[in-house]
């Protein structure tokens, strides 16, 4: 998250080179930062160059007591600054287990993407993923 402001002056420095922000550039949830992390994604996501994996989230809350209903507000920043064909799911694992399993996050995800009809969930859910990395 500390580094969204350097990687904000790269995505507009090679607007010919795609960038994946990983884990949603993992905000600080345990500690409730938002405003800051919202911000710079609302910066960043009009650069069609950049894309951004919802992954990763839940290691930064706490390990064995965040819920789904803490995430909203970041999912909402996100679903709502960048379109589908810029996100793409990530798990990621191994490193995840230590918060969640991988079923529970999928799960997590496509409950949020069932509640917003107007975003792409094939897209989110493998599309975007299977163009941008020409699979």
Known sequence: MHQLVSALELIDSFPNVRFVIDHLAKPYLKAGYYKGWAAMMEAIAPYENAYCKVSGLVTEGDYH??????????????????????????????????????????????????????????KVMGGTATEFYGL
Not at 102 to 117: C, I
């Open 65 to 122: 007591s965040w819920t789904a209903a803490q995430l909203q507000r970041y999912f909402d920043v996100l679903f709502g600054a960048f379109p589908a064909d810029r996100l793409m799911f990530g798990s990621d694992w191994p490193v995840a287990e230590v918060a969640v399993a991988y079923g529970r996050w999928v799960g997590v995800v496509e409950d949020y993407l069932a509640t917003n009809p107007d975003t792409d969930a094939a």
